[in-house]
C-alpha cells in the first residue's frame, strides 16, 4: 500500500496556486494542461489553459497533487480537511505558517500545543486549510 497523497481541486487557478505552493514548500513541480495533454483535441473549447494534472513533489518525498475542475462543473470549494506539515523547528513552522496564511486567513493563530511547541491554522488565498506543526513532542495515547 502507498501513503495517501493529497489531490485538491482548484476552479481555475490551479497553476497559481500549485506555483505558491512550490515557492513556499519547495520541490519540484510538473504541470499538465488540457492543452498540452494527450487529451487536447477532446477538451471543451476555452479550457486549454486550466490544469489537467499537477504534482508537486515535496522536499523529503512527499507529494501534493491538483487539477482545476472543468468548467460547468459544481465547484463548491474543500471543506472539511486540512493539510498537516510538521517541521523541526520552529522557526521553519512559523516561516511557512506566515507565507501561507499571507493574503488568507489565521483560523488559529501559532501557539503552543501538548504535541508540539507550535501549533497553528491558516487557510491561504487559494482556499486550502494547513495546520502547521513546528518542533513535535512526544505523545503518549495511553492514558
Not at 493529497?6 to 514548500?25: H, K, P, S, W
Not at 494534472?53 to 460547468?72: I, Q, R, Y
Not at 504535541?115 to 487559494?126: N, V
Amino acid at each position: 500500500m502507498s501513503d495517501p497523497i493529497a489531490y485538491l481541486t482548484f476552479d481555475g487557478d490551479c497553476a497559481e496556486a500549485m506555483r505558491f505552493y512550490q515557492r513556499t514548500l519547495g520541490g519540484k513541480l510538473d504541470v499538465m494542461t488540457n492543452g498540452n495533454s494527450p487529451l487536447a483535441g477532446n477538451m471543451p473549447p476555452g479550457t486549454a489553459d486550466r490544469v489537467l494534472h499537477a504534482c508537486l513533489t515535496l522536499p523529503g518525498g512527499g507529494m501534493l497533487m491538483a487539477s482545476d475542475a472543468m468548467p460547468g462543473m459544481p465547484y463548491e470549494g474543500r471543506k472539511g480537511f486540512g493539510l498537516a506539515l510538521t517541521y523541526p523547528t520552529v522557526a521553519e513552522a512559523t516561516k511557512v505558517f506566515s507565507d501561507l496564511s499571507a493574503g488568507g486567513s489565521v483560523d488559529m493563530p501559532l501557539e503552543e500545543s501538548f504535541w508540539a511547541k507550535i501549533f497553528g491554522s491558516a487557510t491561504d488565498r487559494f482556499g486550502t486549510c494547513w495546520l502547521i506543526n513546528g518542533e513535535a513532542k512526544p505523545v503518549s495515547f495511553d492514558q
